[in-house]
Protein backbone atom coordinates (compact mmCIF):
# COMPACT_ATOMS: atom_id res chain seq x y z
CA UNK A 1 0.00 0.00 0.00
CA UNK A 2 2.80 2.06 1.12
CA UNK A 3 4.27 2.34 -2.81
CA UNK A 4 0.43 3.10 -4.57
CA UNK A 5 0.73 6.27 -1.82
CA UNK A 6 3.91 6.97 -3.25
CA UNK A 7 2.87 6.90 -6.39
CA UNK A 8 -0.20 8.79 -6.04
CA UNK A 9 1.75 11.50 -4.75
CA UNK A 10 3.59 11.24 -7.88
CA UNK A 11 0.75 11.27 -10.33
CA UNK A 12 0.98 7.99 -11.57
CA UNK A 13 -2.69 7.04 -12.61
CA UNK A 14 -2.36 3.30 -11.98
CA UNK A 15 -1.43 4.03 -8.15
CA UNK A 16 -4.74 6.15 -8.10
CA UNK A 17 -6.65 2.81 -9.39
CA UNK A 18 -5.08 0.72 -6.94
CA UNK A 19 -5.90 2.81 -4.11
CA UNK A 20 -9.37 3.18 -5.24
CA UNK A 21 -9.81 -0.26 -5.63
CA UNK A 22 -8.15 -1.25 -2.24
CA UNK A 23 -11.07 1.41 -0.06
CA UNK A 24 -14.19 1.85 -2.42
CA UNK A 25 -15.86 -0.72 -0.84
CA UNK A 26 -14.78 0.39 2.58
CA UNK A 27 -15.32 4.13 1.86
CA UNK A 28 -19.37 3.22 0.59
CA UNK A 29 -20.17 1.28 3.35
CA UNK A 30 -18.70 4.16 6.02
CA UNK A 31 -21.17 6.27 3.49
CA UNK A 32 -23.82 3.80 3.13
CA UNK A 33 -24.10 3.69 7.31
CA UNK A 34 -24.26 7.31 7.68
CA UNK A 35 -26.24 8.23 4.89
CA UNK A 36 -28.72 4.70 4.12
CA UNK A 37 -28.58 5.30 0.12
CA UNK A 38 -26.27 3.45 -2.07
CA UNK A 39 -26.30 6.28 -4.91
CA UNK A 40 -25.70 8.97 -2.50
CA UNK A 41 -23.21 6.97 -0.78
CA UNK A 42 -21.42 6.50 -3.65
CA UNK A 43 -21.16 9.54 -5.02
CA UNK A 44 -19.72 11.08 -1.60
CA UNK A 45 -17.06 8.84 -1.72
CA UNK A 46 -16.18 10.00 -5.27
CA UNK A 47 -15.80 13.16 -3.76
CA UNK A 48 -13.68 11.82 -0.68
CA UNK A 49 -11.41 10.25 -3.14
CA UNK A 50 -10.89 13.81 -5.39
CA UNK A 51 -10.67 15.50 -1.80
CA UNK A 52 -7.97 12.96 -0.44
CA UNK A 53 -6.02 12.91 -3.75
CA UNK A 54 -5.75 16.59 -3.73
CA UNK A 55 -4.40 16.33 0.05
CA UNK A 56 -1.98 13.33 -0.48
CA UNK A 57 1.05 15.83 0.04
CA UNK A 58 -0.16 16.59 3.72
CA UNK A 59 0.16 12.86 4.86
CA UNK A 60 3.58 12.35 6.78
CA UNK A 61 3.02 8.85 7.36
CA UNK A 62 1.84 6.77 4.46
CA UNK A 63 0.86 3.80 6.44
CA UNK A 64 -1.95 6.41 8.19
CA UNK A 65 -4.09 6.45 5.35
CA UNK A 66 -6.68 4.40 5.79
CA UNK A 67 -7.58 6.20 8.95
CA UNK A 68 -7.11 9.56 7.06
CA UNK A 69 -9.12 8.67 4.54
CA UNK A 70 -12.02 7.53 6.85
CA UNK A 71 -12.24 10.95 8.26
CA UNK A 72 -12.21 12.53 4.87
CA UNK A 73 -15.13 10.66 3.65
CA UNK A 74 -17.34 10.73 6.99
CA UNK A 75 -16.48 14.61 6.63
CA UNK A 76 -17.84 13.98 3.28
CA UNK A 77 -20.93 12.71 4.34
CA UNK A 78 -21.66 15.30 6.99
CA UNK A 79 -21.38 18.11 3.90
CA UNK A 80 -23.99 15.78 2.02
CA UNK A 81 -26.65 15.88 4.96
CA UNK A 82 -26.17 19.53 5.11
CA UNK A 83 -26.68 19.93 1.17
CA UNK A 84 -29.91 18.03 1.35
CA UNK A 85 -31.41 20.20 3.45
CA UNK A 86 -31.72 22.65 0.34
CA UNK A 87 -31.67 20.21 -2.63
CA UNK A 88 -33.81 17.46 -4.28
CA UNK A 89 -32.97 15.51 -7.30
CA UNK A 90 -35.59 14.58 -9.53
CA UNK A 91 -36.58 10.84 -9.19
CA UNK A 92 -36.60 10.24 -13.23
CA UNK A 93 -32.64 11.54 -12.84
CA UNK A 94 -31.83 8.98 -10.67
CA UNK A 95 -33.66 6.55 -12.75
CA UNK A 96 -31.39 7.44 -15.77
CA UNK A 97 -28.45 7.38 -13.69
CA UNK A 98 -28.93 4.12 -12.65
CA UNK A 99 -29.93 2.58 -16.01
CA UNK A 100 -26.62 4.26 -17.48
CA UNK A 101 -24.71 3.13 -14.93
CA UNK A 102 -25.97 -1.15 -15.12
CA UNK A 103 -26.56 -1.47 -18.87
CA UNK A 104 -23.14 -3.03 -19.60
CA UNK A 105 -24.75 -5.78 -16.96
CA UNK A 106 -27.06 -8.50 -17.76
CA UNK A 107 -30.17 -7.19 -16.39
CA UNK A 108 -31.86 -10.29 -14.81
CA UNK A 109 -28.73 -11.05 -13.11
CA UNK A 110 -27.78 -7.41 -11.88
CA UNK A 111 -31.68 -7.47 -10.43
CA UNK A 112 -31.30 -10.34 -8.53
CA UNK A 113 -28.42 -9.34 -7.18
CA UNK A 114 -29.20 -6.00 -6.29
CA UNK A 115 -32.21 -7.48 -4.57
CA UNK A 116 -30.55 -9.72 -2.73
CA UNK A 117 -27.69 -6.80 -1.06
CA UNK A 118 -30.96 -5.01 -0.58
CA UNK A 119 -32.15 -7.53 1.67
CA UNK A 120 -29.13 -8.76 3.50
CA UNK A 121 -28.68 -4.53 3.97
CA UNK A 122 -32.51 -4.38 5.37
CA UNK A 123 -31.61 -7.36 7.21
CA UNK A 124 -28.02 -5.97 9.31
CA UNK A 125 -30.04 -2.34 9.50
CA UNK A 126 -31.20 -4.24 12.80
CA UNK A 127 -27.41 -3.95 14.11
CA UNK A 128 -26.10 -1.10 16.13
CA UNK A 129 -24.16 0.89 14.21
CA UNK A 130 -20.77 -0.91 15.19
CA UNK A 131 -21.50 -4.35 14.29
CA UNK A 132 -23.00 -3.21 10.94
CA UNK A 133 -20.19 -1.44 9.60
CA UNK A 134 -18.30 -4.36 10.73
CA UNK A 135 -20.13 -7.12 8.94
CA UNK A 136 -20.49 -4.81 5.46
CA UNK A 137 -17.09 -4.62 5.61
CA UNK A 138 -16.09 -8.48 6.03
CA UNK A 139 -19.14 -10.28 4.83
CA UNK A 140 -20.66 -8.13 1.91
CA UNK A 141 -16.88 -6.28 0.88
CA UNK A 142 -14.99 -8.70 1.51
CA UNK A 143 -11.60 -7.09 3.39
CA UNK A 144 -9.48 -9.15 5.84
CA UNK A 145 -9.91 -8.14 9.43
CA UNK A 146 -6.79 -6.46 9.28
CA UNK A 147 -7.72 -4.36 6.63
CA UNK A 148 -10.62 -3.12 8.71
CA UNK A 149 -8.60 -2.50 11.80
CA UNK A 150 -6.38 -0.49 10.27
CA UNK A 151 -9.36 1.67 8.15
CA UNK A 152 -12.02 1.53 11.10
CA UNK A 153 -8.96 1.82 13.66
CA UNK A 154 -10.23 -1.05 15.88
CA UNK A 155 -8.45 -3.79 16.98
CA UNK A 156 -9.06 -7.13 15.48
CA UNK A 157 -10.10 -8.77 18.83
CA UNK A 158 -12.82 -6.42 18.72
CA UNK A 159 -13.85 -6.88 15.18
CA UNK A 160 -14.20 -10.67 15.73
CA UNK A 161 -16.45 -10.40 19.12
CA UNK A 162 -18.49 -7.79 16.71
CA UNK A 163 -18.66 -10.05 13.97
CA UNK A 164 -19.66 -13.14 16.47
CA UNK A 165 -22.51 -10.90 17.96
CA UNK A 166 -23.86 -9.96 14.42
CA UNK A 167 -24.40 -13.48 13.65
CA UNK A 168 -26.39 -14.39 16.55
CA UNK A 169 -28.53 -11.50 16.30
CA UNK A 170 -28.80 -12.19 12.47
CA UNK A 171 -29.45 -15.85 12.70
CA UNK A 172 -32.47 -15.03 15.07
CA UNK A 173 -33.85 -11.99 13.36
CA UNK A 174 -33.33 -12.87 9.01
CA UNK A 175 -36.82 -13.25 7.67
CA UNK A 176 -36.39 -15.48 4.88
CA UNK A 177 -34.66 -19.19 5.22
CA UNK A 178 -33.05 -19.01 1.95
CA UNK A 179 -31.00 -15.12 3.40
CA UNK A 180 -29.98 -17.43 6.27
CA UNK A 181 -28.38 -20.03 3.94
CA UNK A 182 -26.70 -17.21 1.99
CA UNK A 183 -25.30 -15.81 4.81
CA UNK A 184 -23.81 -18.84 5.97
CA UNK A 185 -22.11 -19.42 2.57
CA UNK A 186 -20.58 -15.49 3.33
CA UNK A 187 -19.00 -16.57 5.92
CA UNK A 188 -18.94 -20.50 6.55
CA UNK A 189 -18.43 -21.72 3.05
CA UNK A 190 -21.26 -23.81 2.91
CA UNK A 191 -21.37 -27.38 2.36
CA UNK A 192 -18.07 -27.74 -0.06
CA UNK A 193 -16.03 -26.57 3.24
CA UNK A 194 -12.80 -28.72 4.27
CA UNK A 195 -11.07 -27.51 7.78
CA UNK A 196 -7.31 -28.74 8.04
CA UNK A 197 -6.09 -28.89 11.47
CA UNK A 198 -3.94 -30.92 14.15
CA UNK A 199 -5.04 -32.45 17.64
CA UNK A 200 -8.26 -34.48 17.89
CA UNK A 201 -9.52 -32.29 20.97
CA UNK A 202 -9.18 -29.02 19.20
CA UNK A 203 -10.94 -31.21 16.05
CA UNK A 204 -14.19 -32.11 18.11
CA UNK A 205 -14.53 -28.68 19.31
CA UNK A 206 -14.68 -27.53 15.93
CA UNK A 207 -17.16 -30.14 15.70
CA UNK A 208 -19.15 -29.26 18.26
CA UNK A 209 -19.07 -25.57 17.19
CA UNK A 210 -21.86 -25.74 14.43
CA UNK A 211 -19.18 -24.30 11.83
CA UNK A 212 -20.09 -26.25 8.96
CA UNK A 213 -17.64 -28.80 6.45
CA UNK A 214 -15.66 -31.49 6.75
CA UNK A 215 -12.29 -31.42 9.43
CA UNK A 216 -9.52 -33.38 8.08
CA UNK A 217 -7.07 -33.88 11.26
CA UNK A 218 -3.61 -34.18 10.13
CA UNK A 219 -1.67 -36.61 12.04
CA UNK A 220 2.19 -36.27 11.43
CA UNK A 221 5.12 -35.47 13.79
CA UNK A 222 7.47 -33.47 11.68
CA UNK A 223 9.58 -32.38 14.68
CA UNK A 224 10.91 -35.64 15.34
CA UNK A 225 12.74 -38.17 13.45
CA UNK A 226 14.08 -38.02 9.30
CA UNK A 227 11.89 -35.64 7.01
CA UNK A 228 12.40 -34.88 3.56
CA UNK A 229 11.30 -32.27 0.92
CA UNK A 230 9.31 -35.13 -0.66
CA UNK A 231 7.47 -37.01 2.16
CA UNK A 232 5.52 -39.18 -0.51
CA UNK A 233 9.02 -41.09 -1.68
CA UNK A 234 8.76 -44.43 -0.34
CA UNK A 235 11.94 -44.98 0.98
CA UNK A 236 12.02 -42.12 2.35
CA UNK A 237 8.85 -43.07 4.25
CA UNK A 238 9.64 -46.46 5.43
CA UNK A 239 12.72 -45.17 6.89
CA UNK A 240 10.85 -42.47 8.81
CA UNK A 241 8.39 -45.24 9.67
CA UNK A 242 11.03 -47.30 11.36
CA UNK A 243 12.54 -44.60 13.03
CA UNK A 244 8.95 -43.32 14.57
CA UNK A 245 8.52 -47.26 15.45
CA UNK A 246 11.95 -47.33 16.99
CA UNK A 247 12.12 -44.38 18.61
CA UNK A 248 8.54 -43.00 19.86
CA UNK A 249 7.32 -46.67 19.95
CA UNK A 250 4.29 -45.45 17.15
CA UNK A 251 4.02 -49.14 15.32
CA UNK A 252 4.85 -48.70 11.33
CA UNK A 253 1.30 -49.76 10.36
CA UNK A 254 -0.04 -47.03 12.40
CA UNK A 255 2.18 -44.14 11.04
CA UNK A 256 1.70 -45.28 7.60
CA UNK A 257 -1.99 -44.09 7.98
CA UNK A 258 -1.11 -40.87 6.51
CA UNK A 259 -1.01 -41.82 3.37
CA UNK A 260 -4.77 -42.43 3.62
CA UNK A 261 -4.84 -39.10 4.74
CA UNK A 262 -2.65 -37.81 1.94
CA UNK A 263 -5.25 -39.06 -0.53
CA UNK A 264 -8.02 -37.06 1.32
CA UNK A 265 -5.41 -34.11 0.69
CA UNK A 266 -4.95 -35.17 -3.41
CA UNK A 267 -8.78 -34.77 -3.24
CA UNK A 268 -9.49 -31.27 -2.29
CA UNK A 269 -10.81 -30.23 -5.70
CA UNK A 270 -14.07 -31.68 -4.49
CA UNK A 271 -14.14 -29.45 -2.32
CA UNK A 272 -15.13 -24.75 -3.30
CA UNK A 273 -12.95 -23.87 0.02
CA UNK A 274 -10.37 -24.83 2.47
CA UNK A 275 -9.42 -23.98 5.66
CA UNK A 276 -6.04 -24.27 7.38
CA UNK A 277 -6.16 -23.81 11.44
CA UNK A 278 -2.39 -23.82 12.74
CA UNK A 279 -0.96 -22.25 15.78
CA UNK A 280 2.05 -20.15 16.29
CA UNK A 281 5.05 -22.86 17.72
CA UNK A 282 7.11 -25.21 15.85
CA UNK A 283 4.83 -28.15 15.86
CA UNK A 284 2.59 -26.51 14.17
CA UNK A 285 4.42 -24.32 11.85
CA UNK A 286 6.31 -27.43 10.06
CA UNK A 287 3.03 -28.52 9.38
CA UNK A 288 1.59 -25.71 7.89
CA UNK A 289 4.86 -25.04 5.97
CA UNK A 290 3.81 -28.55 4.77
CA UNK A 291 0.84 -28.07 3.45
CA UNK A 292 1.11 -24.85 1.83
CA UNK A 293 4.58 -26.09 0.04
CA UNK A 294 2.16 -28.94 -1.42
CA UNK A 295 -0.99 -26.40 -2.62
CA UNK A 296 1.59 -24.37 -3.97
CA UNK A 297 2.52 -27.26 -6.40
CA UNK A 298 -0.97 -28.00 -7.15
CA UNK A 299 -3.90 -26.51 -9.75
CA UNK A 300 -6.49 -24.87 -7.29
CA UNK A 301 -8.70 -24.57 -10.07
CA UNK A 302 -11.94 -22.66 -8.28
CA UNK A 303 -11.36 -23.83 -4.75
CA UNK A 304 -9.84 -21.06 -2.52
CA UNK A 305 -7.31 -21.49 -0.07
CA UNK A 306 -8.04 -19.77 3.55
CA UNK A 307 -5.87 -19.74 6.66
CA UNK A 308 -6.15 -18.96 10.46
CA UNK A 309 -3.51 -19.14 12.37
CA UNK A 310 -2.93 -17.55 15.63
CA UNK A 311 -0.65 -17.29 18.83
CA UNK A 312 -3.03 -15.67 21.15
CA UNK A 313 -7.04 -15.63 21.97
CA UNK A 314 -8.63 -12.59 24.53
CA UNK A 315 -10.03 -15.12 26.95
CA UNK A 316 -6.97 -17.12 26.95
CA UNK A 317 -3.91 -15.23 29.37
CA UNK A 318 -1.52 -18.03 28.45
CA UNK A 319 -2.79 -19.65 24.83
CA UNK A 320 -0.75 -22.52 23.95
CA UNK A 321 -3.27 -23.44 21.37
CA UNK A 322 -6.69 -24.28 19.94
CA UNK A 323 -7.45 -27.47 21.85
CA UNK A 324 -7.75 -24.96 24.63
CA UNK A 325 -10.80 -23.34 23.35
CA UNK A 326 -14.23 -24.23 24.08
CA UNK A 327 -16.34 -25.03 21.18
CA UNK A 328 -18.18 -21.23 21.87
CA UNK A 329 -14.75 -19.98 21.69
CA UNK A 330 -13.94 -21.45 18.77
CA UNK A 331 -17.26 -20.58 17.06
CA UNK A 332 -15.90 -17.03 17.67
CA UNK A 333 -13.19 -17.58 15.02
CA UNK A 334 -15.72 -18.49 12.01
CA UNK A 335 -14.83 -16.45 9.20
CA UNK A 336 -11.93 -14.86 10.90
CA UNK A 337 -9.67 -16.64 8.49
CA UNK A 338 -7.89 -14.91 5.73
CA UNK A 339 -7.41 -16.40 1.86
CA UNK A 340 -4.10 -17.36 1.31
CA UNK A 341 -2.27 -15.57 -1.07
CA UNK A 342 0.51 -16.68 -3.49
CA UNK A 343 3.27 -14.90 -1.09
CA UNK A 344 1.80 -16.93 1.78
CA UNK A 345 2.20 -20.34 -0.65
CA UNK A 346 6.16 -19.00 -1.71
CA UNK A 347 7.08 -18.41 1.93
CA UNK A 348 5.15 -21.75 3.39
CA UNK A 349 7.45 -23.61 0.64
CA UNK A 350 10.53 -21.67 1.35
CA UNK A 351 9.77 -22.54 5.05
CA UNK A 352 9.34 -26.49 4.32
CA UNK A 353 12.94 -26.82 1.78
CA UNK A 354 14.81 -25.12 4.60
CA UNK A 355 13.20 -26.97 7.16
CA UNK A 356 13.76 -30.38 5.35
CA UNK A 357 17.20 -29.84 3.57
CA UNK A 358 19.89 -31.98 4.66
CA UNK A 359 22.40 -29.01 3.82
CA UNK A 360 22.93 -26.68 7.00
CA UNK A 361 23.62 -23.25 4.46
CA UNK A 362 19.88 -23.87 3.46
CA UNK A 363 18.98 -23.75 7.22
CA UNK A 364 21.05 -20.50 7.43
CA UNK A 365 20.41 -18.65 3.85
CA UNK A 366 16.22 -18.89 5.56
CA UNK A 367 17.30 -17.30 9.02
CA UNK A 368 18.42 -14.45 6.64
CA UNK A 369 14.79 -14.43 4.25
CA UNK A 370 12.25 -12.04 4.61
CA UNK A 371 9.25 -14.51 6.15
CA UNK A 372 6.86 -11.64 6.81
CA UNK A 373 4.10 -13.55 4.80
CA UNK A 374 3.84 -15.79 7.71
CA UNK A 375 4.23 -13.93 11.03
CA UNK A 376 5.54 -16.92 13.63
CA UNK A 377 7.75 -18.45 10.90
CA UNK A 378 10.92 -17.24 12.00
CA UNK A 379 10.46 -17.36 15.55
CA UNK A 380 9.58 -21.29 14.71
CA UNK A 381 12.40 -21.71 12.66
CA UNK A 382 14.59 -20.37 14.93
CA UNK A 383 13.29 -22.68 17.67
CA UNK A 384 14.36 -25.51 15.39
CA UNK A 385 17.93 -24.56 14.97
CA UNK A 386 18.02 -24.21 19.07
CA UNK A 387 17.59 -27.73 19.03
CA UNK A 388 21.22 -28.05 17.93
CA UNK A 389 24.28 -28.67 20.34
CA UNK A 390 24.86 -24.86 21.71
CA UNK A 391 28.63 -23.13 21.76
CA UNK A 392 28.77 -23.68 25.41
CA UNK A 393 28.35 -27.41 25.74
CA UNK A 394 26.49 -29.10 23.00
CA UNK A 395 23.44 -29.43 24.61
CA UNK A 396 20.32 -28.29 22.54
CA UNK A 397 17.78 -26.89 23.92
CA UNK A 398 15.78 -29.62 25.28
CA UNK A 399 18.41 -30.86 26.62
CA UNK A 400 19.45 -27.66 28.85
CA UNK A 401 16.46 -26.98 29.94
CA UNK A 402 15.23 -30.45 30.92
CA UNK A 403 18.94 -30.77 33.05
CA UNK A 404 18.34 -27.05 34.66
CA UNK A 405 14.35 -28.11 35.83
CA UNK A 406 15.68 -31.20 37.45
CA UNK A 407 18.42 -29.48 38.98
CA UNK A 408 15.60 -27.22 40.41
CA UNK A 409 13.80 -30.19 42.08
CA UNK A 410 11.21 -31.07 38.97
CA UNK A 411 12.01 -34.86 39.37
CA UNK A 412 9.67 -36.72 37.87
CA UNK A 413 8.17 -37.59 34.23
CA UNK A 414 5.07 -35.77 34.19
CA UNK A 415 5.85 -32.82 35.88
CA UNK A 416 8.96 -32.71 34.22
CA UNK A 417 7.29 -32.83 30.56
CA UNK A 418 5.12 -30.06 32.43
CA UNK A 419 7.34 -27.62 33.32
CA UNK A 420 9.66 -27.85 30.43
CA UNK A 421 7.16 -27.80 27.67
CA UNK A 422 5.59 -24.23 29.30
CA UNK A 423 8.92 -22.82 29.28
CA UNK A 424 9.45 -24.31 25.09
CA UNK A 425 6.02 -23.93 24.50
CA UNK A 426 7.24 -21.84 20.89
CA UNK A 427 8.42 -25.76 20.26
CA UNK A 428 4.84 -27.35 20.86
CA UNK A 429 6.45 -30.42 21.86
CA UNK A 430 4.26 -33.34 22.86
CA UNK A 431 4.63 -36.42 25.13
CA UNK A 432 5.92 -38.99 23.20
CA UNK A 433 8.57 -36.67 21.50
CA UNK A 434 9.84 -35.47 24.90
CA UNK A 435 9.83 -38.82 26.20
CA UNK A 436 12.42 -39.76 23.55
CA UNK A 437 14.72 -36.84 24.10
CA UNK A 438 14.37 -38.23 28.24
CA UNK A 439 15.18 -41.69 27.26
CA UNK A 440 18.38 -40.29 25.29
CA UNK A 441 19.71 -38.66 28.05
CA UNK A 442 19.46 -41.28 29.92
CA UNK A 443 21.37 -43.62 27.43
CA UNK A 444 24.33 -44.71 27.88
CA UNK A 445 27.33 -44.46 27.65
CA UNK A 446 27.77 -40.43 28.49
CA UNK A 447 24.40 -40.42 30.14
CA UNK A 448 23.58 -37.06 31.32
CA UNK A 449 20.47 -38.67 33.73
CA UNK A 450 19.73 -41.34 36.06
CA UNK A 451 16.65 -42.84 37.11
CA UNK A 452 15.62 -44.55 40.12
CA UNK A 453 12.38 -46.04 41.08
CA UNK A 454 11.92 -47.79 38.15
CA UNK A 455 14.24 -50.95 36.98
CA UNK A 456 14.42 -50.98 33.31
CA UNK A 457 12.40 -47.77 32.44
CA UNK A 458 11.07 -48.41 28.76
CA UNK A 459 9.93 -44.64 28.79
CA UNK A 460 5.98 -45.05 27.88
CA UNK A 461 3.49 -42.99 29.42
CA UNK A 462 1.18 -46.58 30.77
CA UNK A 463 4.15 -47.62 32.18
CA UNK A 464 3.50 -46.72 36.35
CA UNK A 465 7.00 -48.06 37.27
CA UNK A 466 8.05 -44.75 34.21
CA UNK A 467 5.58 -42.83 35.96
CA UNK A 468 6.99 -42.91 39.54
CA UNK A 469 10.88 -42.98 38.78
CA UNK A 470 13.21 -40.41 40.04
CA UNK A 471 14.96 -38.61 37.91
CA UNK A 472 18.61 -36.54 38.52
CA UNK A 473 21.84 -35.33 37.12
CA UNK A 474 24.72 -38.02 36.95
CA UNK A 475 28.36 -36.75 37.32
CA UNK A 476 28.46 -35.96 33.44
CA UNK A 477 25.48 -34.06 33.80
CA UNK A 478 26.28 -31.55 36.38
CA UNK A 479 29.44 -31.20 34.54
CA UNK A 480 27.84 -30.37 31.13
CA UNK A 481 25.42 -28.28 32.75
CA UNK A 482 28.15 -26.10 34.30
CA UNK A 483 29.62 -25.98 31.03
CA UNK A 484 33.34 -28.11 31.61
CA UNK A 485 32.39 -30.46 29.84
CA UNK A 486 31.48 -30.62 25.49
CA UNK A 487 28.31 -33.28 25.38
CA UNK A 488 28.44 -33.41 21.54
CA UNK A 489 31.77 -34.29 21.37
CA UNK A 490 30.77 -37.44 23.37
CA UNK A 491 27.79 -38.62 22.42
CA UNK A 492 28.37 -40.09 19.16
CA UNK A 493 24.73 -41.67 18.38
CA UNK A 494 22.62 -40.74 15.52
CA UNK A 495 19.41 -37.86 15.36
CA UNK A 496 17.63 -35.56 13.34
CA UNK A 497 17.01 -31.96 13.38
CA UNK A 498 14.25 -30.68 11.01
CA UNK A 499 16.22 -32.35 7.66
CA UNK A 500 19.80 -32.53 9.38
CA UNK A 501 21.43 -35.78 9.68
CA UNK A 502 23.95 -36.22 13.01
CA UNK A 503 24.99 -39.68 12.88
CA UNK A 504 28.43 -40.88 14.69
CA UNK A 505 28.70 -36.73 15.68
CA UNK A 506 29.32 -35.35 12.22
CA UNK A 507 27.08 -32.23 12.88
CA UNK A 508 28.96 -31.95 15.78
CA UNK A 509 31.19 -28.80 14.42
CA UNK A 510 27.46 -26.58 13.71
CA UNK A 511 26.68 -25.13 16.85
CA UNK A 512 23.60 -22.75 17.99
CA UNK A 513 24.36 -19.71 20.17
CA UNK A 514 21.70 -18.56 22.09
CA UNK A 515 23.22 -14.89 22.64
CA UNK A 516 22.74 -14.31 18.83
CA UNK A 517 20.36 -16.63 17.75
CA UNK A 518 22.97 -17.60 15.04
CA UNK A 519 24.61 -21.10 13.99
CA UNK A 520 28.37 -21.17 14.51
CA UNK A 521 30.98 -23.55 13.09
CA UNK A 522 33.21 -24.59 15.11
CA UNK A 523 36.74 -25.84 14.40
CA UNK A 524 37.03 -29.74 15.00
CA UNK A 525 38.72 -30.82 17.63
Known sequence: MK???EGAMKGEPEAYTQLMSQYRGMAIAVAYNRLGDTFWAEDVV????????????????????????KVIVERQCYRWLRRKQHTLIPVQELEHVFHEEDQSHNPEEQAVQNEMHRTLRDSIAILPSSMRI????????????REISDFLGVKVPALKKRLFDARSKLKRSMPVRDL????????????????????DHAANRLRESGIEGDILVWRE?????????????????????SVLERQLGIPQTEYLQIEELERKLHSFQHYKEIVLWFEYDLYDQTMLSYLLHY??????????LNLLCIDSYPEIEHFRGLGQLTSTQIERLSGSWHVIDTDELQAGAQFWEAYTSPDIRHHLDYLQA?????????????AHLSRLPSVSNGLGLIEQTTLETIRAGVERPYPLFREVGEKLHILGMGDLEYWAHLKRMTEGP?????????????????????????LSLTELGIQVLNGEVDWALLKQDEFWIGGLHNERGEQAKWRWNPASETVNEIEST
Not at 372 to 379: D, G, K, R, V
Request: charged share 20%; net charge negative; glycine share 10%.
Open 3 to 5: SWI
Open 370 to 382: DTSALPFANAAFK
Open 46 to 69: QEAFTEAFGNLSKLEDSEAFPGWF
Open 134 to 145: AVELFYLEGYSL
Open 295 to 304: FKGQALQTTK
Open 221 to 241: LYTFGPVAKDMGDVKERKNRA
Open 446 to 470: HALLQMTGATFPNFMQHDEKFRDGV
Open 180 to 199: VSVFSDLYEGGKGLLHIMNG
